[in-house]
């Protein structure tokens, strides 16, 4: 894959299915004294590299913060982050947010003007990367232009064009109708498995994380702590109405809801 | 995955994006300027109607309020000397350089206030009062400061229309909404590039409308400046109080007409770029 050359380069050195993001007692608390909220709770998770690791939780179990915290938007109250040597990850959230002002391929080429391609060489890999996510014939159209669904997959591109082997995903899916959500989880898995990518997917949707993951790990709420982590073996290509999917993700909402229950009175 | 299966996957995903695209039509270049333009002429015709009624019906002297034929025949008669053009060239300057001065000025205060809270808590409602301060009110204060000259004219007219783009450019800067910084961020635009590349970018649609408002302020400014003589060179303004003086009204008239047709244009040209800016952002429906 020409598009991105570092990306080989970024784990060389590395032993296959070494860590690519360790958070070791990690907690944050927002606020002080009476009024503070601790979010996450001396958390400790190892992502390996080539994983696709989904985090399941009920809302306010700090699974957002968990990301912002990787991503080195917002700095942990105790605890240490390790990311692969020479990856900063990239960050998706539920909205796209691309730039109005800018097309498609100019949001897509925005991160290799930042780290200074030059012009006709951004424009190239942009197209290239627009390729990847299908959506070449649109490079000139405005975000506006497109479906919600199509939006994501060009905040998507965006972010590959961070060359990063580490991309963490929150709700990316969240938004969408389910018929454009089942084709981008055929499409997010094609491209996590062709780029050998290293995928942190936070979800409240069991079936989406049964559906996608190599390993799902579920937070408890307020504050947020690891209660379950476990492998999915469930072979690929999986389809997300198949048995074997509904049973797992019955099995693990069944832990949830335990969680969730802990909060009633 | 097996082949045919990765090409139905692709066919469905390119039928459901054509679906929810929609499709792109414009009409013509003129179809559009007809559309724009014809309530406007008919709009024109009606004042030139009720006009001439007015005038033939005999409601003021002929002294006092000319028909249309002799204000456009002496407006004519003004295209054709030096005195409209030097007029016209000076109170285009006046306001050109007001407005940059203004521009800078305000720019530099609206970005000040909306980053330092400090400043925010001091004048950010000093800053709103002063817009509402009509600017011929700064007249007798700057003649006193700086005499009757250009300097009195640029005061007045950079407190006109300060304070507006001061206001757009902290709307701008409040309304960037987070995700879009958080977005920049790490996509990797740090310091300078964060502002250059997202926040810039972002609160444009606020300075416009600032700039927009700004220039109203500093027109009406400088007119007001002009007509109180607060500078001896005759500009439009002035050039309207001596028609009066000479009790030469089509003159008065056609001066009227000749800075109506400056706002009028300027108006014209904000508007395009407003439309312009909000139809490719998503924010209003191209016509």
Redesign the interface.
């Known amino acids: 894959m020409t598009i991105v050359p570092d990306l080989r380069e970024a784990y060389a050195g590395l032993p296959v299915g070494g860590p690519a993001v360790a958070l070791s007692g990690v907690t944050k608390v927002f606020g002080h004294g009476a009024a503070s909220v601790t979010a996450l709770d001396r958390v400790s998770l190892t992502v390996s590299q080539g994983e696709f690791l989904c985090l399941v939780g009920a809302s306010g179990c700090g699974k957002s913060t968990l990301l912002s915290l990787v ?1 080195g ?1 917002d700095a942990p109250t105790a605890g240490v982050i390790e990311v692969t040597e020479g990856a ?1 990850p ?2 998706m ?1 539920q ?1 796209p ?1 691309l ?4 097309t498609v391929e100019q949001n897509v080429a ?2 290799l ?3 200074g391609v030059g012009r006709c060489e951004r424009l190239e890999q942009a197209r290239e990367l627009l390729e990847v996510v ?2 070449a ?2 490079a000139r ?7 919600g ?2 939006r994501q997959r060009v905040a998507l591109a ?2 590959l ?2 060359e990063t082997p580490v991309l963490l995903m929150d709700e990316p899916f969240g938004a969408l109708d389910a ?2 959500r089942d ?1 981008l989880h ?2 997010i898995e ?1 491209i996590w498995s062709e780029r050998n990518l290293t995928i942190l997917f936070v979800t409240h949707n069991v079936r989406e994380a049964a559906r996608l993951g190599n390993r799902i790990v579920l937070l408890s709420s307020r504050p947020g702590r690891v209660v379950d982590d476990r492998p999915v073996e469930i072979p690929r ?1 999986r389809v997300i109405d198949s048995p074997a999917v509904a049973n797992l993700a019955a099995d693990v909402t069944v832990r949830l809801r335990e969680e969730v229950r802990r909060h009633g009175n | 995955m097996a082949t045919d299966e990765l090409v139905r996957q692709k066919a469905t995903l390119s039928g459901l994006d054509a679906l929810e695209v929609p499709t792109r039509s414009r009409r013509p270049l003129g179809a559009r300027i007809w559309k724009a333009a014809w309530p406007k002429l008919t709009a024109l015709v009606v004042v030139m109607i009720v006009w001439q009624l007015l005038f033939l019906s005999g409601w003021k002297d002929p002294w006092v309020l000319p028909g249309p034929q002799a204000v456009f025949a002496e407006l004519w008669r003004q295209m054709n000397t030096d005195e409209l053009w030097d007029a016209f060239g000076l109170t285009i300057w006046r306001a050109a350089y007001g407005f940059a001065l203004s521009l800078v000025i305000g720019g530099a205060i609206g970005l000040a206030v909306a980053r330092i809270p400090f400043l925010r808590a001091a004048i950010g409602s000093i800053i709103t009062s002063l817009q509402t301060l009509p600017s011929v009110a700064w007249v007798p204060l700057a003649i006193l400061l700086l005499q009757l000259g250009e300097g009195t004219i640029t005061f007045v007219v950079v407190l006109g229309a300060a304070p507006s783009i001061a206001n757009g450019v902290i709307a701008g800067v409040d309304f960037i909404p987070p995700l879009w910084m958080r977005a920049g961020r790490n996509i990797g635009a740090r310091g300078f590039a964060l502002y250059r590349h997202v926040a810039g970018p972002a609160s444009l649609p606020a300075i416009v409308a600032g700039l927009k408002q700004g220039w109203a302020f500093a027109w009406r400014s400088l007119m007001a400046a002009e007509i109180v003589g607060a500078a001896d060179a005759t500009g439009l303004g002035l050039q309207m109080m001596v028609y009066r003086d000479l009790n030469d009204a089509a003159g008065l008239y056609a001066v009227l007409i000749t800075i109506l047709i400056i706002g009028l244009f300027v108006d014209t040209v904000f508007g395009f770029v407003e439309r312009t800016m909000r139809s490719r952002r998503g924010l209003a429906e191209a016509d």
């Open positions: 991503a938007l900063r990239g960050l959230f909205d947010a730039f109005p002002w800018l925005l991160p003007r930042l780290r299908r959506l014939d649109f159209r405005r975000p506006h232009e497109l479906s669904g199509m965006r972010t064009a961070l018929m454009t084709l055929d499409e094609r290509p």
